[in-house]
């Protein structure tokens, strides 16, 4: 009984009790992004790699990766923006289908200029970070299925299926191509290769959005009356407790802005959009595929190495997402985010001064564990601070902010790595990282404190709203006389 307990309790801790008590379309969202994830450590791992192998030099390589994040930005903020009106999942498909696309082309193609063609109207993530208008929607739908309170073991699973397919996609990826060069082919060839997986990869994503329900897609709204007898009946409360001589009012709706958001969630989004454009600035100066590029130009490894080495780090944020729920229910989901990223951020601006590799390893696995546990509660902190049906257009924006601040960040790490100062890139990214967690337990740890109080007074006032409705059909006429 005391195991069965036991058991029952870290099920509970870890999500694994909510998990079990999805819907399917939960499920199909996890796999697809497990799918899309691996893809994307996959090509991460090559992507530096292979435009060396085309004869391209460090500055247009951080060029790529720069124009395309900023590709991404216009066509993943217009997919998200009309997600809702147009269906979630019409646009998944759609992007998975442009994901293979972009497969197509880099297996079969050289050309700079086609090649960035291609990432910048198609999907090809040169971070191994999410790209494309997918996590957007996937977490509005995850929030519009899941219950506020299981919120937060939804999204650590969420992300720990990101971090191990992201793993897988480097490890697998690391040994098959080296195993292909053993075998005689070329570093070229073998690394087209794996674009043929990306794309395997795009068209299976695309098959499997096909089998989500229309549970997944927004509530419809109700019809807006344009007679206005009726909307002025519409108008009248339920019960009118007000005097004869003063005629009920109902307060003007608060307008809302063209992006559809009202003026509360406005300020909230700004205030994050100011904070994430210096995280994620730092996180686009150095990618999974420029810290590849790194280690292979500092300790010159074989390619299965090196891809075990970057899937070794990925697994170990997968095992720190698992925590970071059950941490989040004991502390906060703003101190969680902070507590964890902010030694993370220490870890990266030290990653580029040791010369033993095995100290490079154990800060590359650190920054991996604590950098990541910060995604699962930031997705649940974004999806409580606004309005349900703000919350795709919502989580859209910050991910085009995100993007956007990450798109300079390549081009940045470029220019220093041509001039041979590659390792300025490493202590620019912790310092920004660190600003970034300081910001936000200032600006936002209050927020959440006042949201868990306001959450506790709803319950008692409901009670207290019933209570005096029993006393008055107490004092009422009609029972009065019984």
């Known amino acids: 009984m005391p195991m069965k307990g036991f058991a029952a309790k870290a099920a509970d801790t870890l999500g694994i009790a909510t998990l079990a008590t999805c819907s399917k379309d939960i499920y199909i969202l996890l796999l697809t992004r497990f799918i899309r994830m691996t893809a994307y450590g996959s090509s991460t791992l090559i992507l530096a790699l ?8 460090d500055t247009q390589i951080g060029l790529f990766m720069t124009l395309t994040l900023i590709g991404d930005v216009a066509i993943s903020l217009a997919l998200t923006l009309v997600a809702d009106r147009l269906g979630r999942r ?48 996937e977490e509005s739908t995850i929030a519009h299925l ?89 108008m009248q409360p339920f019960l009118d407790t007000s005097s004869p001589n003063q005629p009920a009012s109902k307060p003007p709706p608060a307008k809302k802005s063209i992006l559809g958001l009202s003026p509360k969630s406005q300020a909230t989004l700004a205030k994050l959009c ?51 729920s059950a941490i989040s229910k004991k502390i906060g989901l703003v101190q969680t985010m902070v507590f964890t990223h902010f030694p993370s951020a220490v870890f990266l601006a030290l990653f580029p001064f040791p010369s033993s590799l095995t100290v490079t390893i154990i800060l590359l696995v650190a920054r991996s564990v604590l ?38 960040g390549p081009l940045i790490t470029g220019v220093l790595a041509g001039r041979g100062h ?18 936000l337990l200032t600006l936002f740890v209050r927020h959440e404190a006042e949201s868990k109080k306001d959450a506790q007074r709803a319950p008692e006032s409901e009670d207290s709203d019933e209570e005096s409705e029993d006393e008055d059909a107490q004092q009422a006429p009609g029972n009065a006389g019984r």
């Open 50 to 57: 292979y435009f060396q192998q085309l004869k391209y030099a």
């Open 90 to 137: 019409r646009i998944l498909i759609l992007g998975a289908m442009s994901m293979a696309l972009s497969g197509i082309v880099f297996a079969t193609i050289s050309n700079y200029w086609i090649l960035l063609l291609a990432a910048v109207i198609g999907v090809i993530s040169p971070s191994g970070n999410e790209i494309g208008p997918f996590r957007a929607i």
């Open 146 to 234: 899941t219950e506020k309170e299981r919120r937060s073991d939804v999204f650590a699973w969420y992300v720990i299926f990101g971090t191990l397919g992201t793993a897988g996609g480097s490890l697998a990826c690391g040994w098959f191509v080296q195993r292909l060069q053993t075998s005689g082919w070329t570093e070229l060839d073998s690394f087209r290769v794996v674009f043929w997986y990306y794309t395997g990869c795009g068209v299976v994503k695309a098959a499997l959005s096909l089998l989500l329900t229309k549970a997944c897609e927004p509530a419809p709204k109700p019809p807006v009356s344009h007679d206005p007898a009726e909307a002025s009946h519409e």
């Open 274 to 324: 100011m904070l994430f454009f210096f995280d994620s600035l730092a996180s686009g100066m150095v990618p999974g595929s420029l810290v590849a590029y790194f280690m292979n130009g500092k300790f010159a490894m074989p390619k299965g190495t090196l891809g075990s080495i970057m899937s070794g780090a990925a697994f170990a944020a997968s095992i720190g997402n698992i925590f970071a």
């Open 371 to 408: 950098g990541s546990m910060d995604q699962a509660p930031r997705s649940a902190f974004l999806s409580a601070v606004v309005l349900d049906d703000e919350r795709t257009a919502t989580m859209g924006i910050v991910n085009t902010v995100k993007t956007m601040s990450q798109s300079s």
């Open 422 to 439: 590659f390792w300025v890139a490493f202590v620019i990214a912790g310092a920004l990282k660190g600003s970034y967690d300081i910001g």
